[in-house]
Each structure stands twice: as C-alpha cells, then as structure tokens.
C-alpha cells in the first residue's frame, strides 16, 4: 500500500487573488478601485501566479529528497552520485524496497514456511528439498502429544519432496538454517507427519458392462482416490498441493468422487477402515492410502441383479 502524499499548501491562484484583495480595506482603506485595469490589482494578480507556481513545488519531492530516503531505508548514506551509468534513482528505490521485503527473520508461521519453501529450497547448501511444510506454534512434537501446549516452542512438520521418510538427524542443516533467522527464545523441532492408514472399499454400480469394463481396465476408481489422499500430487484436489494437514476423511466425499466416475449409475457400501464412520486427523497428521486392501467393486444391474464385472 502507497501512503498518500501529504499537500503542504492547498492555496489556488483565485485563493490568494481573493485574500489579497480582502486585506486591502483594512491595510489601506483610500484604496477603493478594484476593477481588473487598476495598477495595484494587476500586481496582486501577478504575485498570486507567482505564489501559485511556488506552492506546486513545495508538493513536490527532488531527487536529492528520494536520496535522503533511500539512505534511511539502507542504512548507509546514498546519494545521486552514486547512480552508474545505465541506472536511474527510481530502479534504486525498486531494488531497496525488493531488498526490504525480502525476508530475514522468522515471527510468524508463514513467516517460517514461506522461508522454508522458498529460501531452503534455493539455498546452495540445501541438501534436502522440502515439498510440504506446516507450522504449528506453541508445539513440541519431538516430546509432547500434539496437542499439548509448550510456550516458546515451535514445530515444523516438513514433506521432502521425494516424499521419504527420513530420521530427525537428516534436518540438522535445515534447524541450523532456521535458528539464524528464528527469534532468540524460540524453540524449533523439525518433525515429518504422522501418517494414518486408510483402506477404502466401496461397490460401484455402473450403467453397462461397456462402462464397467472401461473403469475398471483404466483404474479409473484406483486413481481417483490416489489423486484424492496423496500427500503432495494430488492431480484436480486441493489445488494439486496434495492432502491437508489435519483434515478429516469423510465417507460423503467418498461417495461424490466415486459418483462423478463417467458411466456410474451409483455408489453404495463405501467403508473407511471396514467402518462406515468418519477419521478425524490431528493438526500433524496426513493420509496413508492402503492400496493393497483398499477394494473397489465393480457391478453391473442384470434384470434387477447386480453381478461383478470379470474381464476376460
């Protein structure tokens, strides 16, 4: 946001004509022709534009004012000498600013993530590239449950890119890049997820053996609910960015992906963990799918009997 330039002297040319002329009965009351064509008026007028001209230069702001600026905002002393050939002061006042929002310092929780994943990530000495991060404050997830306070401590809970589990000491470089920018008496624990293991299975109905062949020589089912609880690519959900961190599972959801298939006629018996109720997740919690017993059925309606598809 742009602060507004303040107007150090609103006086227009008609404004100070006026005023002028106002104190003439009173500094000089034999003074009574005030037509246009008067000697005395003529020289108001000129000293009203003169005055006019004047107060637009004090609005503005020199160069030599802009360089007083960018030293305060350097902290060293600048001035327009300075400016090699090629340059101009308004790209210094562009690079000083650039180089101001730049940041240096972690405070708040985007403050930590958007250093992770924008400045780890590009830092030469970066030995490990972190897809994910969230930040939950007055947390100790080295120590403590989730969801026990521990004030002046923060955890970062990290997703490599390659998405591999890796053991705490495998974040050491990452720590020490962080406590040079962390406030003095904040405690960082870099932590990976906790991952719950879901299996899914559910009975599709669809509108023809065509159709059904076609789910399900394409996976169709499969890559949908990959795509849905993958942790970082999950295709056309949650912005691609992968599962959030926390969100519950929710049987309806189940059902609409499903019910969206091209050719399902409708979805039924959807189950999370062989139970038709909801998981709820902790705030460092993300999905496992568990594919090899996740089970997807196939059915198609033969005179009202609904039969499993076989592909020969």
Request: aromatic share 8%; net charge negative; hydrophobic share 35%.
């Amino acid at each position: 946001m742009t602060l507004p330039l303040p107007n150090l002297d609103d006086h227009t040319y008609a404004d100070l004509v006026e005023s002028a002329i106002s104190q003439i009965s009173l500094e000089y009351p034999e003074w009574t022709d005030y037509n246009p064509s008067d000697t005395g008026i003529i020289l108001i007028e000129l000293l009203a534009w003169l005055s006019e001209m004047t107060l637009y230069r004090v609005n503005q702001i020199g160069d030599e004012n802009y360089a007083s600026f960018v030293s305060l905002l350097k902290g060293e002393q600048w001035n327009l000498t300075k400016i090699t050939d090629g340059e101009s002061l308004q790209s210094e006042i562009n690079n000083t600013l650039l180089e101001l929002r730049k940041r240096h310092r972690a405070v708040t929780t985007l403050d930590y993530e958007q250093i992770i994943i924008e400045d780890w990530n590009t830092w030469p000495d970066s030995d490990l590239k972190i897809a994910r991060v969230k930040c939950l404050p007055q947390r100790n997830l080295s120590e403590y449950d989730v969801g026990k306070v521990a004030k002046g401590n923060i955890s970062l809970i990290v997703v490599p890119e390659q998405n591999i589990q890796q053991t705490n000491n495998n974040y050491q470089n990452l720590l020490n890049f962080l406590n040079e920018r962390k406030l003095l008496t904040t405690r960082l624990h870099i932590v990976e997820p906790l991952y719950v293991s879901v299996a899914i299975t559910a009975d599709i109905v669809v509108e023809n053996v065509k159709k059904a062949k076609d789910i399900k020589e394409n996976k169709n089912a499969e890559k949908e609910i990959e795509w849905f609880f993958h942790p970082l690519h999950s295709e056309k959900y949650w912005d691609g960015k992968g599962w959030p961190f926390g969100r519950g599972v929710y049987l309806s959801e189940l059902y609409k992906i499903l019910d969206n298939l091209e050719g399902v006629d409708y979805v039924e018996n959807v189950q999370i963990n062989d139970s038709e109720s909801d998981i709820d997740l902790a705030d460092n919690q993300l999905v496992s799918l568990d594919i090899k017993n996740s089970t997807i059925t196939i059915l198609v309606d033969f005179e009202n009997e609904r039969r499993p598809i076989e592909i020969s």
